[in-house]
């Protein structure tokens, strides 16, 4: 079986857009990494195709770039983080019978909790990457991975 699909999870941000209207998560979230990702899916159209987008919410848990939202500010703690893990395990492990190539999960310290046991779901065959460092060295990373200059 060939892989082509791949996978980016990607913690919520901060920043919004203030529409008081439901707007699909991947317009309500403004931060820097939503920025580089709406950019790949408008230059990239083909590549964009196989990408599968899923966003980690403090306040609706793992969700897919198009569920709409009002808008809301929660930020994710520790407690709220391990409240969501049994609805992101059953999520994840439903988003992995997708067969994905790659995953990139590009989250903070907090949100990256949820999935902390989650990782013996991922298929052996399926390349994994976590994002660190400071946003800025996350946004170079996720860019390279949406434009597949990894090294």
Excluded at 25 to 45: D, K, Q, S, T
Excluded at 141 to 150: D, G, P, V
């Amino acid at each position: 079986m060939e892989y082509k699909r791949r996978l980016l999870i990607l913690s919520c941000s901060q920043r919004k857009h203030t529409s008081a209207d439901l707007l699909p998560a991947i317009e309500r979230y403004n931060g820097p990494l939503f920025f580089v990702l709406r950019r790949f899916l408008r230059e990239c159209r083909h590549e964009a195709k196989q990408l599968d987008v899923y966003i980690l919410s403090a306040t609706y848990g793992l969700i897919p770039k198009n569920f709409p939202i009002p808008l809301y500010d929660e930020k994710m703690n520790l407690p709220r983080a391990i409240e969501l893990q049994p609805q992101v395990k059953t999520t994840f492990s439903s988003i992995l019978e997708n067969n994905y190539a790659s995953i990139c999960f590009v989250l903070g310290k907090t949100y990256l909790k949820v999935f902390e046991d989650l990782h013996n779901l991922i298929p052996n065959l399926t390349q994994s990457i976590v994002a660190h460092g400071p946003i800025g060295k996350k946004q170079t990373q996720l860019k390279r991975w949406l434009w597949k200059i990894l090294r």
